[in-house]
């Protein structure tokens, strides 16, 4: 089975920083990669599909990228409702696997 | 469109559960219903799902043997059990509908059903 190893962990940061947030996967995989983003105490909520396409509604500072098994999530500019942790998932052979998710805090 | 799940279980060692997740707002047999675990603190972990329309399942290697996944198309309800519980299984299960044109991402979730297993 596909494994997911997602960092950092944690990182602290500020209002307006760039983040960058990435998921290495350990082998060669196709680009059903997604990325949610969870608050405390609410369901995840869905950011971006297929490695690098933002799904409806979502605003255009958080991109994701590609090369080759390291998949990148970007929030451009960090805003306070940002914090929160965000965790990639990838589905492969009919079977979903999660990284262990990254938490953003106010630094 | 939205995903409404049954209300909070406490169980014993060895009891099993029974999850439901009823859906609204668009064509239930359309899309897959797939069942995501969360135990406090933690992160995510993906139980099993199912294809409303054919039956078929997949689930996890883990839960394989104490996972069962059903729906009744005319209520539009998925259903998820879960037998020989531990301590180990408490936790919040979400159901999540998985969208086939967002490359199978789960773009809709259910508010989450606190499972408490205890003797």
């Known amino acids: 089975d596909i494994q997911l190893t997602q960092s950092p962990s944690f990182l602290s940061a500020s209002v307006g920083d760039r983040v960058t947030i990435t998921c290495r996967a350990s082998?060669?995989?196709?680009?059903?990669l997604a990325w949610y983003q969870q608050k405390p105490g609410k369901a995840p909520k869905l950011l971006i599909y297929a490695a690098s396409t933002l799904q409806s509604g979502v605003p255009s500072r958080f991109s994701g990228s590609r090369s080759g098994t390291e998949f990148t999530l970007t929030i451009s500019s960090l805003q306070r409702e940002d914090f929160a942790t965000y965790y990639c998932q990838l589905l492969n052979s009919f079977r979903y696997t999660f990284g262990g998710g990254t938490k953003v805090d106010i630094k | 469109v939205q995903l409404v799940q049954s209300g909070a279980e406490v169980k014993k060692p060895g009891a099993s559960v029974k999850v439901s997740c009823t859906a609204s707002?668009?064509?239930?047999?359309?899309?897959?219903i797939n069942w995501v675990r969360q135990a406090t603190g933690q992160g995510l972990e993906w139980v099993g799902g199912m294809n409303p329309n054919s039956d078929d399942t997949a689930s996890a290697p883990k839960f394989q043997g104490r996972l069962t996944m059903t729906r009744n198309t005319s209520i539009t309800t998925a259903y998820m059990e879960l037998t020989s519980l531990r301590s180990e299984d408490t936790a919040v299960y979400y159901c999540?509908?998985?969208?086939?044109?967002?490359?199978?991402?789960?773009?809709?979730w259910g508010q989450g059903t606190v499972v408490t297993v205890s003797s």
């Open positions: 707002g668009y064509t239930f047999t359309s899309y897959d």
């Open positions: 082998q060669d995989t196709n680009s059903y």
């Open positions: 999540a509908r998985a969208d086939y044109y967002s490359y199978d991402a789960f773009d809709i």
